[in-house]
């Protein structure tokens, strides 16, 4: 069953988003609201690739 990824807080520099980060870190690498395109190349390569494969890690 597929998840939906939950951007609606943005994104986090390693790929992830915010919300994820804030359940299993605690906290993320930039403030909340970071866009897609506002990410390190790195950062937004693999959110990209989530995005396209339409779950979550």
């Known amino acids: 069953m597929e998840q ?9 520099c390693d790929g992830r988003t915010w919300v994820e980060h804030a359940q299993k870190d ?3 690498c930039q ?3 970071q866009k897609l395109e506002d990410l390190p ?3 937004q390569r693999k959110a990209r690739q989530r995005v ?3 779950k979550s890690a």
């Open 31 to 33: 403030p909340e609201g």
């Open 52 to 54: 396209a494969q339409g």
């Open 26 to 28: 605690g906290h993320c």
């Open 41 to 43: 190349v790195e950062g």
């Open 4 to 12: 939906r990824l939950d951007t609606s807080k943005g994104w986090c």
